[in-house]
């Protein structure tokens, strides 16, 4: 099932975090509504839907940014 996931964002190097999920069906990635985070606190993620297979599945790809 798509679900949530709570990443906390002060593990992460900063000061920002750009979020991205990407396709594993065919590589496409999808920029996450309000990145770049900034590097603190938690966040709720979530996959807004299927992906172009039809399936659930999704990569989260989290990278520092200034």
Known sequence: ???SITIDMSKL???KVKAQWIDPS???PTTIAGSPFPAFGTRNLQP???N???Y???VLLL???Q
């Open 26 to 28: 065919n590589g496409t």
């Open 56 to 58: 659930r599945d999704w």
């Open 52 to 54: 172009a297979s039809g």
């Open 1 to 3: 099932t798509i679900r």
């Open 48 to 50: 807004a839907a299927n």
């Open 63 to 65: 990278e520092s940014t």
């Open 13 to 15: 190097a900063g000061p």
